[in-house]
Antibody, heavy 126, light 107 residues
């Protein structure tokens, strides 16, 4: 399993950036995917999730309306379009795969983060 | 939103020590709890899911327990490579949330 993020860099407040994650070593179309970020010296923060078909999408309140997650299954790639960037969006952004399993206790399918990319740094500063 | 609270936020321990980290959820999350290890400058790595199931390739010195709102991560015999920051995370409902982390340092 390999997840390689790219597209990070420095951008001014109010600017835009598009992150990409190239997946390899597994069947990308079998997995829901996520973005998780980590501000410098801080903890982990979930950003967004997308299911296999791209028709179920979730966002953290902190990015809703500004960020858009998408995927291209033909290219085994995950994306994060980030608009109206703020200083507080400065972080390392990780691409994270979800693995599903059957939870007998709740008779439901559950998903957990199993593999992480190495991350790409986004710095929002004037 | 479900808040995840880890304790302690940091601890000092010696090689060979048994270490336990606790994680409390603000609402019942059943067994939908994962643990991650992160070393400085590196991406997090999965350790445990479903509160107590080891992720593939994770050594058995790591163990997890608990259900509902109270969970633990135990390292049975701390080794030099285990000094890192550990995070819990609930995946019972969106938004997915993490604990604040526990930094395990060398005494």
């Amino acid at each position: 399993v390999q997840l390689v993020e790219s597209g990070g860099g420095q951008v001014r407040p109010g600017g835009s950036l598009r992150l990409s994650c190239a997946a390899s070593g597994f069947a990308f179309t079998n997995h829901n995917m996520n973005w998780v970020r980590q501000a410098p010296g801080k903890g982990l923060e979930w950003v967004s999730s997308i299911n296999i078909m791209g028709n179920y999408i979730y966002y953290a309140d902190s990015v809703k309306g500004r960020f858009t997650i998408s995927r291209d299954n033909a290219k085994d790639s995950l994306y994060l379009q980030m608009n109206s960037l703020r200083a507080e969006d400065t972080a390392v952004y990780y691409c994270v795969r979800l693995r599903g399993y059957y939870d007998a206790l709740t008779d439901s399918q559950k998903y957990y983060f199993d593999y992480w990319g190495q991350g790409t740094l986004v710095t929002v500063s004037s | 939103d479900i808040q995840m609270t880890q304790s302690p936020s940091s601890l000092s321990a010696s090689v060979g020590d048994r270490v336990t980290i606790t994680c409390r959820a603000s609402h019942d999350i059943s067994h939908s709890l994962a643990w991650f290890q992160q070393k400085p400058g590196r991406a997090p790595k999965s350790l445990i899911f479903a509160a107590s199931t080891l992720h593939s390739g994770v050594p058995s010195k790591f163990s997890g327990g608990g259900s509902g709102t109270d969970f633990t991560l135990t390292i049975s015999s701390l080794q030099p490579e285990d000094f890192a920051t550990y995070y819990c995370q609930q995946y019972n409902s969106y938004p997915l949330t993490f604990g604040g982390g526990t930094k395990v340092e060398i005494k």
